[in-house]
């Protein structure tokens, strides 16, 4: 008895799977959140473009071929969208994909291309780019109010040498203008060839909410240093949102 696997329905089954999938990893990036903006962006990203893969499901009852393009548009988007958290959802959708086209070299069944069927997947594309180009340029905004919302006053550096060891602080005080969830002040020390001396971290604090607080970076070596860089940062390991030099007596 001869058993014969029917490829459009697996690829069918496999992308339905790969939509549940998308959705359920867009909502743990929600999960993971803590409501961080970008975090809520980029998952309500993967939400969309799961649910476009029943576009795919829709398509593929009429040309399998433009619904494997759909498929593999959708795992790509899905990677960029949310990264490693949707690598199983972009590799089933993938998968799918390739079902699709498999079934199409296996049966070569003549399919009278409908122009307007193409529009779906250029319609995902776009979706995709354009949410892509609005993050970029939210996150610009968000850059710039970020930098904004914070300064410093009453800087002072009391550094001296005694007996052969330089040591001494730069304290003053951070004046925060907006809630933040993170936020860290790192100082670095020059000396006058621009060269780092000492590194130090004058304030690092969770939930931060708008108000002045106190940064102390610690200075010790075996030069003075001629100026500091003070970088704020909020998120470990991100750019700083801004900067500023002071210049040490």
Do not use: W
């Amino acid at each position: 008895m001869e058993i014969t696997i029917n490829l459009k329905t697996v690829s069918t089954i496999v992308a339905i799977v790969a939509v549940i999938i998308g959705i359920i990893e867009g909502l743990n990036v929600f999960s993971l959140s803590g409501l961080v903006p970008d975090f809520v962006f980029y998952g309500s990203l993967a939400i969309i473009i799961a649910i476009l893969g029943l576009l795919g499901v829709y398509i593929s009852k009429m040309d399998i071929r433009i619904a494997a393009i759909q498929y593999i548009i959708l795992g790509l988007g899905l990677f960029i969208a949310i990264g490693y958290y949707g690598v199983i959802g972009c590799v089933i959708f993938i998968v799918a994909g390739v079902l699709a086209i498999a079934e199409y070299v296996q049966t070569k069944k003549e399919v009278t291309p409908d122009k307007k069927l193409f529009l779906i997947p250029v319609l995902t594309i776009v979706i995709i780019v354009l949410f892509l180009l609005a993050s970029a340029g939210l996150g610009v905004l968000d850059s710039m109010a970020a930098s904004d919302s914070v300064s410093f006053s009453g800087l002072s550096a009391a550094i001296s040498n005694d007996y052969g060891v330089t040591s001494g602080d730069l304290t003053g005080t951070l004046n925060v203008d907006k809630d933040f969830d993170y936020l860290e002040v790192k100082v670095r020390f020059y000396n006058s060839n621009n060269l780092t001396l000492y590194e130090s971290y004058a304030y690092t604090g969770s939930n931060v909410h708008p108000g002045k607080y106190s940064v102390d970076a610690f200075y010790y070596g075996n030069e003075m240093p001629t100026k500091a860089v003070i970088e704020v940062y909020n998120e470990v390991n991100g750019d700083p949102i801004h900067t500023q030099n002071v210049n040490i007596n």
